[in-house]
Each structure stands twice: as C-alpha cells, then as structure tokens.
C-alpha cells in the first residue's frame, strides 16, 4: 500500500515536470503542434518559431510562413489549404489537407498571429 502511493507520487510528479519542460519549449500553442502533427513543415520553414523545413524534394517547397498573418486573412487560409480558393498564382494549394476542421482552425489562428515584425528582429 504504501510503494503504490510511493509510486502514484513520482507518477504525478514526473508528469507534470515534463509538461511544464515542454510550456518552456514554447510547444504549447495548439496551432503549431497541430502544423507539426499535420507535417506542414515538410515544405514550410517558420524559422521565426524555430521551424526548419525537413522536405528533401525542393521543387515543393513553399515560403516561411513567419510573417503569413499580415499576407492574408485567416479566413482566406482556410480556404486556401482546403483547396476551395486559388493562391496568387492562380493555383491551389499543392497538399490537400487531412486533419479537421477545428484543427485546421487552431494552425490557422496560429499563423495569423504570425507577424512579420517578429520574422525579422
Ligand atoms: C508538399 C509541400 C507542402 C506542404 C506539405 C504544405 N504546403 Fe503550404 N504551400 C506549399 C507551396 C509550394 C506554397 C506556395 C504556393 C504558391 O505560391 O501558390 C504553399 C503556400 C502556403 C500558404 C500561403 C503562404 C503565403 O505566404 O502566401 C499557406 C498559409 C500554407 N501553404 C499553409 C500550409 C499548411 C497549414 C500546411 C499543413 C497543413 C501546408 N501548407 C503544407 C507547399 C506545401
């Protein structure tokens, strides 16, 4: 009986300390684990938020998306990465997307906070 406390106790505690590590790692904005969870960095960059491109097929890459919040609306992004809305040059976006809606939301609120001031320091 009392190991099991024992060990419920380190349990607890060993979580929370490793939630806590990864609040400092600034991972905790639901966007940007969503954008990684959904592979988006395979073509973008958002080197701003420590996000390198991990793509190898350099024709399909597409731009840093630091700064993406004052480019465009985040209702146009939604349209755009759900391929109903064609980009500016008059293509759609090349990967359809396969998470959610409310996913597809939380990335999106999360790039439209990404201003360009902070892209470049
Ligand atoms: C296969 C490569 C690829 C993947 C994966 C990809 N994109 Fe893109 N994306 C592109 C390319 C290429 C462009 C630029 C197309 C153009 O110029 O019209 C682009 C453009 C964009 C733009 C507009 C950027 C701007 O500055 O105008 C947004 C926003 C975007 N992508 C979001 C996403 C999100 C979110 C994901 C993950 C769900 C994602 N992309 C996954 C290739 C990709």
């Given amino acids: 009986m009392k190991w099991s406390y024992l060990a419920l106790t380190c349990l607890v505690f060993g ?4 939630s806590s590590a990864a ?3 600034g ?8 954008l990684l969870e959904q592979k988006c960095e395979s073509c973008h960059s958002v080197a701003s938020h420590g996000i390198s491109r991990t793509g190898k097929i ?11 919040g004052d480019r465009h609306e985040t209702s146009w ?3 755009y990465i759900k391929r109903e809305q064609v ?3 008059g293509k759609k976006h090349t990967k359809p997307f396969k998470g959610s ?12 906070s990404l201003k360009a001031e902070e892209a470049d320091p």
């Fill in 15 to 18: 979580l929370s300390a490793a």
């Fill in 23 to 25: 609040e400092a790692d």
């Fill in 27 to 34: 991972a905790e904005d639901p966007g940007k684990v969503e």
């Fill in 58 to 68: 350099e024709k399909l890459f597409g731009p840093d998306l630091a700064g993406v």
């Fill in 77 to 79: 992004m939604v349209a």
């Fill in 87 to 89: 980009g500016e040059n």
């Fill in 101 to 112: 809606d409310e996913e597809l939301q939380a990335i999106v609120d999360w790039l439209g």
